[in-house]
DNA sequence: CTGTTAGCGCTTTCAA
DNA sequence: TTGAAAGCGCTAACAG
């Protein structure tokens, strides 16, 4: 149980330290004979340089923090696998951090952060509408933040985003153009910022396309069994003959609303729904999906922030990745 | 954009280096005016300590290593969320890494681990039937090691998993005990272990309490339409009168075959299924599932492992928790 | 109660 | 080509 570092190795070897470093480094200055040395004992005894030394010497730490609203959530989940997709590959280590919807824990987290545990910051940001005095500790410090699909326009970070606007608007066209004249949108509980840029999309198709006058929207709590309520009453009571469902889990509640109604799909209704892992899919060869590129949220998103840390120049711009539709027309040989 | 650190403040304030620090650390020796003013400036200036230079310091950084096989997956976000939540609440750090079930990989973290990066790692491990010197080397040189959910039998560390062959059990006999007389088990992705640890408890449930000779075992591969096909055939060929998924997504597979093939569910054939996020429940009211305390799981081995660093006594014991068989009478007032 | 100093493990001048 | 030594920021032993 002796440490090994790199003190260990030099009186191993009959070597001073500094030697023993820049042979492991790699060094051009160094002797051929004595790195062979070097690396065959390190590699025999696994040596391992101690991080935090590294870290303090090279003021850098080869980790980022990622800071999301939390993980039970299929698009966070992609968009990590995204992300470590690519720190992986060039040698970084991910820090990873829940607000749980808290704008102050997100503070928290972002203030121990300043003084150099972390190179760089991914952050999806928990309340679009706080402040973010926070954030700009960050840019006052150096600390590269790169934004992903929740971020503030008052930030002049990069920002990566999805076409969250405008593959609403493409969905709720796909419905019109198969024929649909009425057609509902089930918008996600009100604290998915994101029902609500969807919703827009939804209404500026309608203006646009339809010639539908009253947009249909129903509003759609956490709760499963109120969803639910709140779907079938509305399929009731107004009989649409599409439904544009803002995230995968309505899909399903709205799949079963229909069976319960008997209502078929896709005869009696059309259906289209943003959804990210195709589980909804799975359940009706005539289910449209428009999916977010969320893994690629993640890649690109990590990419940039990488880049920005390697030039050390806080570079600006905006990356906005397109969703796609996806049209089944038989799966399961139905 | 100053270095904010001890020296600084120590400066500002005409003090020595070691005065600020202790009274940043609340020291007993320290008058209560001079915290006074430290306190205020660091609070003023959101000094926080340099994690490297306390880390290597200490010799503890406050981080613990969390090795999954990847992240699209129900059941490791639930884990990790359990984990979150504990390590959150004691003021550790998650680093996070994901083998995407290559043991090279896994060998690759662990050996970055070794030397002073972590506090502590929790590790589901790769591929239980290779070697673990890797791990051994994580007991050698006093780092924590708690594994969960897919552990090996030939490490003594503290394990953590939830009862598969037990509640494969308890799921096969809830279907015998409904009247069940032919009984077919959807047996996942052989990539996934513990489709044959469920197995071996839905072939003990038969022996011990069904007068069924023939198990049915499904192979379901990870492509939808390959799993539709062998489920479909195997329905209809077979005929049987109860179904047990082993996990959730072939329930929903499982669903959609039932619906081509005109059988109803539960009045034809019923149907219980693994279950973590309870999508597959939203399809039917009849159909019951039996839930890993994924959550549970996660919480518990971040606590052990927590106990264990502050012990620095690498205690022993294994956790298993107990899954729990939710049986759905009518959900959405069917 | 406060200051001086050594040292955690590493990299990098500066010297030899 | 190698070695000695300083210093990254922090803590704690020792001294006043």
């Known amino acids: 149980m002796n440490k090994i570092n790199i003190k260990y190795l030099a009186k191993e070897l009959n070597l001073a330290i500094s030697t023993v470093s820049r042979a492991l480094r790699d060094s051009h200055e160094i002797s051929p004979e004595t790195k ?55 040698g970084y280590h991910i820090l990873l951090y829940f607000t749980h919807g808290d704008h102050a824990l997100e503070v928290s987290f972002i203030n121990t952060l300043v003084n150099g545990r972390v190179d760089g910051v991914l952050l999806s ?55 649909c004249k009425k057609i509902a949108y089930l918008k996600v509980d009100k604290s998915i910022p994101v029902g609500n840029i969807r919703k827009n999309g939804y209404l500026q198709a ?27 009453n509305m399929l009731l009571a107004e009989k649409p003959d599409g439904i544009f469902a803002s995230v995968e889990k309505l899909a399903v509640i709205c799949y079963r609303v229909c069976e319960q109604a008997n209502v078929k799909i896709p005869e009696d209704i059309k259906v289209i729904s943003f959804s990210n892992l195709q589980t909804a899919a799975l359940l009706n060869p005539s289910l449209t999906t428009i999916t977010q590129p969320a893994f690629e949220i993640g890649e690109t998103a990590a990419r940039e922030l990488l880049r920005i840390i390697r030039k050390k120049g806080s570079a600006k711009g905006d990356v906005v990745l397109q969703s796609r539709l996806i049209e089944r027309k038989s799966t399961f040989r139905g």
Chains 1, 2 share one sequence.
Not at 63 to 86: H, Q, R, Y
């Open 206 to 232: 309608l203006k646009k396309y339809s010639k539908q006058k009253t947009p249909l929207v129903v509003e759609c709590p956490n709760n499963n069994d109120e969803a639910f309520a709140a779907i079938h």
């Open 36 to 90: 062979e040395k070097v690396f065959a004992l390190a590699k025999r005894l696994n040596y391992q340089p101690n991080a935090n030394a590294s870290g303090l010497r090279a003021q850098e730490t080869k980790m980022i923090a990622v800071v999301i609203p939390d993980m039970v959530n299929d698009f966070f989940s992609l968009v990590i696998s995204g992300i470590e997709k690519v720190t992986q590959a060039q």
């Open 125 to 179: 940001i928990t309340d679009e509408s706080n402040d973010n005095e926070h954030l700009a500790q960050l840019n006052d410090k150096g600390i590269p933040l790169v934004l992903f699909d929740r971020v503030s326009e008052r930030m002049d970070n990069v920002k990566v985003t999805s076409d969250n606007y405008e593959s609403a608007i493409t969905a709720t066209k796909h419905l019109i153009d198969t024929g």
